[in-house]
């Protein structure tokens, strides 16, 4: 699976972003597609996760209220809509995805970059 995001912009805190990933390869429906983010310094975290198929989401408390992941199944895309953002939300994003049932995430994007000014 090869994954590729775009739509990181530097912004004000309190705007709106959308990123977009693209997925290509096999069998992709078998996939949980994912957004982490990486501060720099810190650890990398998930911030949301979602099925093709069957879409049941998850949210990290950090992004909850404020964050929507959504797949679009006809253009093989992943979107993260992030309102309201904060200068604590600051990072590198990068879409992941993972075989159902797989305990780790082993596809990355190449990740983009979110600068958030307060």
């Known amino acids: 699976v090869q994954l590729v995001e775009s739509g990181g912009d530097l912004v004000q805190a309190g705007d709106s972003l959308r990123l977009s990933c693209v997925a290509s390869?096999?069998?992709?429906?078998?996939?949980?597609m994912a957004w982490f983010r990486q501060a720099q310094g810190k650890e990398r975290e998930i911030v949301a996760a979602?099925?093709?198929?069957?879409?049941?989401?998850y949210y990290a408390e950090s992004g909850k209220g404020r964050f929507t992941i959504s797949n679009h199944t006809a253009r093989n895309t992943v979107s993260l809509q992030m309102n309201s953002l904060k200068p604590e939300d600051t990072s590198v994003y990068f879409c992941?995805?993972?075989?159902?049932?797989?305990?780790?995430?082993?596809?990355w994007g190449q990740g983009t970059q979110v600068p958030v000014s307060s």
């Open positions: 992941a995805a993972k075989p159902r049932g797989a305990n780790s995430y082993d596809n």
């Open positions: 979602t099925g093709w198929r069957f879409p049941h989401t």
């Open positions: 390869g096999r069998n992709l429906s078998l996939y949980v």
